[in-house]
């Protein structure tokens, strides 16, 4: 199964909270309680050090035997890693040796509207 695209829009300053649900091929969920989730970002494409990393699988929020997972950057995270205007993000699952890019795009980062 070829990976997602879905691209990100966030602000400055402020806490980014998506909640994805993963589904396959035959819009079935996926359970991933046995995955580990890997959040890469990085302001280009090329660049071989990411900006921002995280491991998705432990969030709080997270219905991991549902398929559900959630991406959570702090406002303080924001601004301390993602100093760019437009970056390029993946997320990776890994189930025992095998890794899989489930879904990837553009995370775009505008200024905060209240600023």
Do not use: H, W
């Amino acid at each position: 199964m070829a990976a997602g695209v879905y691209n990100i829009q966030a602000e400055k300053s402020s806490l980014l909270l998506i909640n994805i649900t993963y589904k396959d091929d035959a819009d079935a969920v996926v359970d991933l309680s046995s995955c580990t989730l890997a959040l890469t970002v990085k302001d280009n494409a090329s660049d071989t050090t990411p900006a921002f990393t995280r491991d998705l699988e432990t969030d709080a929020n997270n219905d991991l035997a549902n398929g559900l997972f959630v991406i959570r950057i702090t406002a303080s995270e924001m601004d301390t890693n993602l100093a760019f205007d437009q970056g390029v993000y993946y997320i990776d699952k890994t189930d025992g040796a095998d890794t899989v890019r489930i879904l990837e795009g553009k995370i775009q980062i505008a200024d905060n509207s209240s600023y």
